[in-house]
């Protein structure tokens, strides 16, 4: 859908001169950082990253709203991170200003455990929680987006403006226009938009249909302070997104149903010369020789051995999130020819029968064979992801899943070459395992196997395993509704610890948990 499109947006010619207001002490060790005159400014938004900056500098969605943003001459968008110390009230790195100042603040969440994190720099911002509250006053609107959001938006319904479900780019000039006139009838029609004051029945996601046509940000936002600074990030140098969406249907994720939607093919690549150009360009205007591949399909694009092989040509550093164990083996070649020695897999679980359920068609035979081919082309180590308390996953399969890390022990034979990181499964809205019940035997069960999995490959490989309090949290969080708005609000009067969460629960999280499935959870929207 196309909005008319006033006078008000220019894409920015050149970069504006430093504003005068007294911008973070964080800022003198950053490069490609926008500042403006305040003067020609007509909307300011705030792009805040709810979780402390070494988390958020690593995120994509936030380099991109701020390249896209800033794209145009009448607008000024600056970041905001959730400040290290509790009680702190936010500013603005680039020019020092106050949250309450701005027209806009733009939230991006992926992880529903950063919703008090949200919650809690509007209280110390003093702006009001509740967007009843702040309809009598000159507040900034707030506008939500990410993958936590875009598949639930209830939980966070009470306290926001707007919730954006999808791809920014896809709606920025009608969004931005909406944005600036605070006209809702306005915004009710951009793609994406999701009005909490009228929520809609449907919404169609808004997606991009061409990738390569798409802005990329290649002057990113970067901190360039020492080595160790740099270690501590999440991801390093250059992010480059190869694709968007995910053609794979697994049962348990949520981007592959969300991005599909209503779409024939919802993964959309960029081609091998754009991908090289982007990476010529990126690395030069962010002065690094890395980069990292992002996307979250990525393990299906189809030029990537060409793609790491002219990344190779041009003496680029690449990093990848995973590879699929049924890729072409020349992906591995490219990755050894890189000089890198660790690679990363998904089995999820460990037999054939729990992964094809899930619609992960991918053999464990296959996965041992490029276990295999990647060890004797001179991969030194491996990471792979489990997964503990699918639908469907008995203790039997917790053995297949030891089986499975012991067999490829024996290819990566030092347990220091062999990285299993576990996470317990955290059912979704939209996807296809939403309904699943989960109840304190389901709990015990998944701590339990979690042990056995544990014990069970504790001697050869490296575990990383994850917390069953925080788990129960996440899952009331990701699949819980408005009315969990009361209990947000008093976290965020507390230091927000797993104590206070189970203060605010009753004294019993689980037994909340399971008193709020008992209640309709199916979400009123279908997103299209
Ligand atoms: S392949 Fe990966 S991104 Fe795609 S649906 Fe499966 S888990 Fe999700």
Known sequence: MQLLIGEFLNIASKRTIRSKQKSSSIIKNE????????????????VIFPNKYRIGMSNLAIKILYSLWNRFDQVYAERAFLPEESFTIPKSLETGTLLQKFNVLAFTVQFELDYTNILRMLKNSGIPLFRKDRIHGNYPLIIVGGTAVSANPLVLSPFVDIIFIGEIEAAINDLTEGLFYRDFELLAKVDGVYLPSSPPKEIIYARIPDLNATYFPTNQVR????????????????????????????????????????????????????????????????????????GSGIGDYSEMSNLLKSLNENKLKFSIPSIRADTDYSVIDEVVKNKQNTITIAPEVGSDDLRFSLA???????????????????????????????????????????????????IFRQKRDLNITVGYFIPKRQTSFSQSFIDGKQIDQNEKQ??????????VASLHMPSKNWSIIQIILSIGDESLAPYLVKVTETSGHFQDWVKVLKGDPVRFLEEMQKMELVIPLEIK
């Not at 295999?372 to 639908?391: F, H």
């Open 31 to 46: 490069i490609n950082v926008y500042f403006k005159s305040l003067r020609s400014i007509q909307l300011r938004i705030a």
């Open 223 to 294: 901190n360039t302070s020492d080595k160790n600074w740099q270690e501590m990030q999440v991801l390093g140098g250059f992010l480059l997104q190869v694709s968007r969406g995910c053609n794979r249907g697994c049962k348990f994720c949520l981007i592959g149903k969300l991005t599909r939607g209503g779409a024939n093919n919802p993964m959309r690549e960029r081609s091998v010369e754009k991908l090289l150009e982007l990476s010529l360009e990126g690395t030069n205007k962010t002065r690094v020789d890395k980069i990292s591949l992002i």
């Open 360 to 410: 992960k068609r991918i053999t464990n035979s296959q996965f041992y064979e490029f276990a295999n081919y990647a060890k004797s082309s001179g991969i030194r180590s491996m990471k792979m992801y489990y997964i503990i308390g699918l639908p469907g996953q008995l203790d039997d399969e917790i053995n297949h899943m030891i089986d499975f890390g012991k067999k490829m022990a024996v």
């Open 450 to 459: 979690a042990k056995l999995l544990s014990n069970g490959l504790k001697k």
